[in-house]
């Protein structure tokens, strides 16, 4: 093997953010208003290595004590739908060909599907931050999603890095909105927001990944296993946050922690939460069965 196992490293985006005398305009905008604007400006890019370089950006200035949160006694309007690029094209989750499995083109495929969930998990986190600002929350919630936030662009711009090596990019094939719509339909509520998007979504993730790695690695794709590995280690703690701010959520209305995530998710997530579950790793995050066990019982597979 020609390739290096260790994923090239990250540039430094502040040159992309900054241009002529400064910033950007919409992100010097936004950081008028403290870290929900800066936030807001980040979800509002279109083009995905802007989105990047925003949040890098203002996650330092939030990380150096240089950004802070503004004036949040009033909630801040955040968009319906995330800044978007022209490509990929976007298709309904039924509408979507079925990626092959093998092989260099069933490897591309599959790192794009995961480009495209990191982009959607750039746009969460910061919307997280932006949208519930205003609920009075400590200033340690803002540090765990302003690192979470900054972990995302990592996470996307390492996969767009991989594909770019294997001679593609993102955009280059179709990709559903599923994840966005999972994540709305909590927009009205940080408690079921936190319920479905860390403890649903990113849990499945911890599910999912140990087995990609291992194909990766027959494959002998040592550079992207390694990238997926990153990936892991990082999602274990965005969990791990997840549970943290649910539990104080729960304790903040007096509600018990496990039935309560029992009934937001039924009542606010269409998809399955369904076995085989990555037990250990959600032990690790501090997830316990208690919690996710019982919905697996009421979730008919499909
Ligand atoms: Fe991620
Ligand atoms: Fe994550």
């Not at 390739?3 to 919409?26: C, F, I, K, R």
């Not at 959520?249 to 309560?260: D, F, K, N, S």
């Not at 937001?264 to 939460?273: I, M, P, S, Y």
């Amino acid at each position: 093997m020609t390739e290096s196992a260790q994923p090239s490293p990250e540039p430094d985006n502040d040159a992309e953010v900054a241009t002529g005398d400064g910033l950007e305009e919409e992100l010097r905008d936004g950081l008028k208003d403290g870290l929900p604007g800066a936030a807001r400006a980040i979800v509002l890019a279109a083009d995905p290595m802007q989105k990047v370089g925003r949040a890098r950006h203002t996650a330092r200035l939030w990380q150096q004590g240089k950004l802070g949160l503004g004036r949040v006694s009033q909630r801040l309007a955040m968009p319906d739908r995330p800044g978007r690029p022209a490509k990929p094209e976007m298709m309904a989750p039924r509408d979507m060909p079925r990626r092959s499995a093998g092989g260099e083109k069933g490897r591309f495929a599959l790192l794009h599907a995961l480009a495209h969930i990191e982009l959607n998990a750039v746009d969460m986190s910061w919307d997280l931050i932006g949208r519930f600002a205003h609920e009075g929350m400590p200033s340690a919630f803002f540090d765990d999603w302003v690192q979470v936030g900054l972990e995302e662009a990592k996470h996307f711009d390492l996969l767009c890095r991989r594909l770019g090596e294997l001679g593609g990019g993102y955009g280059d094939l179709p990709a559903h909105d599923g994840l966005w719509q999972s994540a709305q339909a909590t927009g009205h509520d940080l408690t079921a927001r936190l319920a479905v998007v860390p403890l649903v979504l990113e849990a499945r993730g911890l599910d999912v990944t140990p087995a990609m790695i291992d194909n990766l690695n027959r494959a002998a794709d040592d550079t992207s296993a390694a990238v997926l590995e990153i990936i892991y280690r990082d999602e274990k703690r965005h969990v791990a946050f997840g549970v943290r701010w649910f539990r104080f959520m729960c304790e903040r209305q007096g509600l018990a922690p496990e039935p309560t995530f029992q009934a937001l998710v039924r009542a606010n997530f269409r998809g399955t939460v369904k076995p085989p579950f990555n037990d250990r790793a959600r032990a690790e995050a501090g997830l316990a069965p208690g919690f996710y066990k019982p919905l697996s019982a009421f979730g008919a597979p499909r």
